[in-house]
Nanobody, 121 residues
Framework: QVQLVESGGGLVQPGGSLRLSCAAS????????MGWFRRAPGKDREFVAV???????AYADSVKGRFTTSRDNAKSTVYLQMNMLKPEDTAVYFC???????????????WGQGTQLTVSS
């Protein structure tokens, strides 16, 4: 089993930056793909970013160039650096882990509880 705990959410003004963290415990996630997803009010969950165990990354078009995901395997932690934030980035952000390729949410086995990001002036 893998437990994931997100942190770092909060309220930020448009144009601001924030970094989310996802700490993993239990089974080692060194060989897992780690994904970030979000669910905005009234909308379905959507893919944000993913990082493979080799460090390859992929991003949704809506965040490309603004968000960066990274991982520190020694700390079993994954990060999502978010810059140039927009009101439409407001959502609950979830991290997920799985031995998968790609970013199909249904393929991820473990999920965190989510952390709220609100972008508003």
């Amino acid at each position: 089993q893998v437990q994931l705990v997100e942190s770092g959410g909060g309220l930020v003004q448009p144009g601001g930056s924030l970094r989310l963290s996802c700490a993993a415990s239990g089974r080692a996630v060194t060989s897992y793909t780690m994904g970030w997803f979000r669910r905005a009010p009234g909308k379905d969950r959507e893919f944000v970013a993913v990082i493979s165990w080799t460090g390859d990354t992929a991003y949704a078009d809506s965040v490309k160039g603004r968000f960066t995901t990274s991982r520190d395997n020694a700390k079993s932690t994954v990060y999502l650096q978010m810059n140039m934030l927009k009101p439409e980035d407001t959502a609950v952000y979830f991290c997920a882990a799985g031995q998968v390729t790609g970013w199909d949410a249904s393929q991820f086995d473990y999920w965190g509880q989510g952390t709220q990001l609100t972008v508003s002036s």
